[in-house]
């Protein structure tokens, strides 16, 4: 999810004055209790007890031996893929340097280079969206056309800015751990980019009902080509919130034949917290050298991000924004967008988002929630200063994965796990971040675990402790 990828980036910004969306190791939180595992009805829960080993992955791969891999789809999260732009003849930028020469495409996220004050403006205005009152529709800024490259492979989503792989990789040990148990890109493992920014429902863009569909079809083209196996849907962040709506868009019987198992990582179920943050503020990561109200218009044009915003089912009537003059709380989502000074958020939060998170039913596929815990997390925004939300504010953490609060990665669950014939799983990590998750070596082997487990076993490499308590608080 973009918790804006800057301060993984921030060595590079020393020298270079250079930002990417990535996520640094989160501070833990120390005093949270490693929890066991256990099953609990038709959940199972594999938590930070043993901490998830490197072996693990080598179990499952053992589990896995004796039968055809089943196909893997990967579906990124916000800022998870590449996206490349040309600039046309109605392109009329806001700053002299930000007129282009060349007629062609060129890569947009992520060019890290393009991020170097003054240059942010540029990046901030080419990526930015507009609202059409007229169509309802969100469209991308005048002049600047766009396309997702890659479409079907991995390579869009294994680096971010392949010009600093060390800094801007992704996807990139995720995918290298699933090739390493027999898997070939284009065969049986194939990568579902997106453009991000736009949201599905009843008003979606062109571009996001055409990738709604497009996932379908190379679902049935991964199944097909595979002996009719069906597919391991594996998505991170944004991409899980994604893939829940096309699953539920589909009929159940087309869900039992294509869907193997849905692995789900880091999904903000309920919202984050730290997406009031990023509309009210704007959001760098805590770099110097980027203003935040430089990015704020165009992070605050991104439809997707109004899908993120907390819940009220989830953090009900929790204080989350505190001003001088106002308490809001997830109930309050429209005033807030009013009152930051962003109205025009409004009639699109209320007549997309309700739809969108109204119906997170469960899929009625095998699923794994796979999520890090014990890693500050923005619970609370604090504003003090007269400048209002145009300062940053005094930030009190909580429980999460440094991104998105652990109420809401695991939201699903509690009703999830009471439908008939719905098998789940969830899978804490300790002291994981909504990025290093992808990175980490024992997150990335329990991953690996749950996309190559049998479902059709009885379950006894479960270990089994007495209470889901802790886990579901």
Known sequence: MMRSFFLRLGLLVAPLVVMSYGLPRSTPISNRVDLGRESVGNLHVTTAASQVRPELSRVAARISDDRALSPVVLVPGTGGNQLEARLTKDYRPGSFWCYSFSSGYFRLWLDALSLIPPFTTCFAERMKLVYNKDTERF?????????????????GLEYLDPTFKSLASYMAPLVKAIKAEGYEVGKNLFGAPYDFRYAPGPYAAEVAVKFGDDLVQLIEKAHDENDNRPVVLVAHSLGGLWSLYVLNSQPLSWRTKYIKSFVSIATPWGGTVQEMLTFASGYTEGISLLDPLT???????????????????????QPLVITPTRTYTAHDIEDFLRDIGYPEGVDAYRTRIPPLTSNLTAPGVPVSIVCGYGVETPERLLYYEAEGFDRQPTVMNGDGDGTVNYKSLISVVADWQNVDGQKLRLVPLAQMSHSTILTEKDSVAAIVQEILRDWTSSGDEVLKTSSSDEVLR
């Open 139 to 155: 469209e991308n800024f005048p002049g600047v056309e766009t396309r997702v490259p890659y479409w079907g492979t991995t390579e």
């Open 295 to 317: 990015l704020r218009d165009e992070q605050r044009s991104s439809e997707t991000n109004l899908w993120l915003l907390p819940l009220s089912k989830v953090f009900g009537p």
